[in-house]
């Protein structure tokens, strides 16, 4: 793999699909309604933009969008559930106590799901079927197994064939990739190589600090070579670059974290290099209007890039093949 070098630099999209499911554990979801709905708004609206900027992605959505309603979400349960020592973590037993037609709104999307599905270059991956965390305690292999099979067969049915796993709370378990390559995972989506980034499980609030601050400064030090795209278990790990933070409202502050991103852009172009960014459609929930024109305004800078330094856009699956075919 370390010696299918491109010349031309990548910018590489992968967006974590989740609505409830990926903070039902932290948020009320009576206190969420509007937050996503906008998010169900903006999924068009990123897609749009994709569309028109000629961008590849991949969506790794949460398996559990995947059904209709809660009737199909219980008619679908795994035969082994995640026995977390934190209950609380389990999306299995959330479920099980707040079903209600009032959110399934919230919980799930076959429609956005076929819509991506559908849209010119973009890419359906897996978030495991219930947001599942490979790295708390109480949980197994086996169990592991049982979720992303279910994941795998609920995609299957909408004739989604996925060959990328992005994991949930980046809890990147490389005891685990023989198990995804077994179920046909090719690729997953790794973690930044810096210290902040690892051990994310424990999310210490060292770590929290630092993540924030590299979001406005530091060295433009978050692409890289294609080289350093490694394998494990016949599973091709793509370091993330950068997390786009949602607007925070202080406009100083977005603004730096904005131009960050398009700094890191250009140097990855004129570079060669691979720059991995990502984040969560409901990330722009709060601020949808000026979450996109962010977005646009990035996907402007990246098409300055391609016409200057010949940088291409790729989701997770062609890089891989790109890689691949060289």
């Known amino acids: 793999m370390n010696k299918l070098i491109k010349k031309n630099g990548s910018l590489v999209i992968s967006l974590d699909f989740e609505l ?14 509007e937050y996503f709905r906008n998010t169900r708004k903006v999924i068009p609206e990123i897609l749009s933009l994709f569309e028109e900027y000629h961008i590849s992605c991949t969506w790794a959505c949460v398996g559990m969008l995947f059904n209709s309603g809660w009737d199909e979400w219980n008619a679908n349960l795994p035969d082994r559930l995640p026995e977390y020592e934190n209950e609380a973590l389990s999306s299995y037993r959330y479920g099980k106590a707040v079903q209600s037609p009032k959110n399934e709104e919230l919980c799930f999307a076959p429609d956005l799901i076929s819509l991506i599905k559908n849209s010119r270059n973009q890419s359906i991956g897996t ?15 086996e169990d592991f197994e049982a979720d992303l099979q279910t994941a795998t067969r ?18 990147v378990n490389e005891e685990y990739l023989s198990c995804c390559n077994r179920n046909g995972i090719k690729i997953a989506r790794s973690n ?54 949602p607007v925070s409202g202080n406009t100083l502050l ?13 140097q990855a172009a ?14 722009f929930g709060n601020s949808p209007s000026k979450s996109l024109n962010e977005l646009r305004h990035i996907l402007q800078h990246f098409t300055t890039c391609k016409h200057k330094y010949g940088f291409q ?5 062609s890089l891989n093949d790109l890689m691949v075919n060289a």
């Open 254 to 266: 977005d603004r730096m974290r904005l131009k960050r991103i398009v700094d890191e852009i250009y």
């Open 20 to 33: 409830l499911w990926g903070v039902f554990d932290k948020v009320e979801w009576t206190d969420k309604v």
């Open 127 to 141: 978030h495991t079927y219930s947001h599942y965390y490979l790295k708390e305690k109480g949980q197994r292999l």
């Open 192 to 245: 930044p190589d810096t210290w902040y980034w690892r051990a994310t499980e424990k999310d210490s609030l060292m770590q929290k600090i630092f993540r924030s601050g590299d979001a406005y400064l530091g060295t433009k030090d978050k692409s890289y070579q294609q080289a350093k795209i490694k394998e494990n278990s016949n599973v091709v790990l793509q370091p993330a670059s950068r997390f786009f933070r």
């Open 313 to 317: 856009s790729q989701s997770m699956e």
């Open 154 to 171: 609920l995609a299957a049915d909408l004739d989604i064939e996925m060959s990328s796993i992005v994991f949930p709370r980046n809890q």
């Open 270 to 283: 004129k570079n060669g290099e691979v720059y991995h960014l990502w984040w969560h459609p409901h990330n």
